[in-house]
């Protein structure tokens, strides 16, 4: 019951709960300190270009035409144009991930973006798809970390 009650608290405080980058450790940290980071990183410049939404709609109806394009010029499947259009994208999410095996007390962020439900997500999933059969056959591919 106790461990309910801490839960609870912990949800009405002004805490972030995130895993860690390494070693499946939990890190609860400030909100300020959280959203600080990742000010940081998003206000570097040699790192992230800001956008307007008129952009994102270009990136949007480019990726949309090529899709298009392909499908009335027989290059794909009507099936395979219907799985890759994405009709009601959304804005991929950049969050960050605390790297504590650099600093426990203020960690760096790994910058993640989440492309879920973004215009190139089936996109991505079906080259994964296709490309992961050559990988195979490549000198230098490793499945997993205890395959190195």
Same mark, same amino acid.
């Given at each position: 019951m106790e461990e309910k009650q &801490?839960? =609870?608290? !912990?949800? /009405?405080?002004? &805490? #972030?709960?995130k895993e860690a980058d390494k070693g499946g450790a939990i890190m609860i940290m400030k909100k300020i300190d959280y959203h600080s980071s990742m000010l940081d #990183? $998003?206000?570097d410049i040699s790192a992230f270009t800001e956008i307007s939404c008129i952009q994102v709609d270009e990136i949007i109806n480019k990726t949309n035409t090529l899709l298009y394009d392909l499908q009335v010029m027989n290059d794909t499947s009507l099936e395979l144009f219907m799985y890759l259009t994405v009709f009601h994208p959304t804005i991929p999410i950049l969050y960050g991930i605390p790297k504590i095996q650099k600093s426990i007390h203020r960690p760096p962020m790994r910058p993640?973006?989440?492309g879920r439900g973004w215009i190139t997500e089936a996109i991505s999933a079906y080259l994964q798809c296709q490309l992961s /059969? =050559? !990988? /195979?056959? $490549?000198k230098s591919y490793i499945k997993d970390t205890a395959d190195f």
């Amino acid at each position: 019951m106790e461990e309910k009650q &801490d839960l =609870y608290e !912990l949800e /009405k405080s002004n &805490d #972030i709960i995130k895993e860690a980058d390494k070693g499946g450790a939990i890190m609860i940290m400030k909100k300020i300190d959280y959203h600080s980071s990742m000010l940081d #990183i $998003v206000n570097d410049i040699s790192a992230f270009t800001e956008i307007s939404c008129i952009q994102v709609d270009e990136i949007i109806n480019k990726t949309n035409t090529l899709l298009y394009d392909l499908q009335v010029m027989n290059d794909t499947s009507l099936e395979l144009f219907m799985y890759l259009t994405v009709f009601h994208p959304t804005i991929p999410i950049l969050y960050g991930i605390p790297k504590i095996q650099k600093s426990i007390h203020r960690p760096p962020m790994r910058p993640t973006a989440s492309g879920r439900g973004w215009i190139t997500e089936a996109i991505s999933a079906y080259l994964q798809c296709q490309l992961s /059969k =050559y !990988l /195979k056959h $490549v000198k230098s591919y490793i499945k997993d970390t205890a395959d190195f």
